[in-house]
Nanobody
Framework: VQLQASGGGLVQPGGSLRLSCAASGFTLDFPAIGWFRQAPGKEREGVSC????????YTSDSVKDRFAISRDAAANTVYLQMNNLTPDDPAVYYC???????????????????WGRGTQVTVSS
């Protein structure tokens, strides 16, 4: 199982980024998959998660209306579109999956079975 995250970088406040997570070793037709983030000195947070069984999503209140998770089943890839980025959003963002269930809510709250490497998001003018 591999989860390859990409798309992080430096963006100005109010800007946008799209993170990608390419999954290999399993197919996105059942597992829950999503994005977590961790900033220095803060706890890791489940940002947005998706059920690849039924496309039900969960998004944290802290980013709701600004971030959106989606998937491309053919590409076995999950995306996180991040709009209107603020100084509260910088962190290392991780793609993660739970291969044992397909609950987006459970993944974001209870954690995954598999982690990918993180990608850094920096918001600065």
């Amino acid at each position: 199982v591999q989860l390859q995250a990409s798309g992080g970088g430096l963006v100005q406040p109010g800007g946008s980024l799209r993170l990608s997570c390419a999954a290999s070793g399993f197919t996105l037709d059942f597992p829950a998959i999503g994005w977590f983030r961790q900033a220095p000195g803060k706890e890791r947070e489940g940002v947005s998660c998706l059920s690849s069984l039924n496309d039900i999503t969960y998004t944290s209140d802290s980013v709701k209306d600004r971030f959106a998770i989606s998937r491309d089943a053919a590409a076995n890839t999950v995306y996180l579109q991040m709009n209107n980025l603020t100084p509260d959003d910088p962190a290392v963002y991780y793609c993660a999956a739970h291969l044992g269930h397909s609950s987006s809510y459970a993944l974001c709250h209870d954690g995954p079975t598999d982690w990918g490497r993180g990608t850094q998001v920096t918001v600065s003018s």
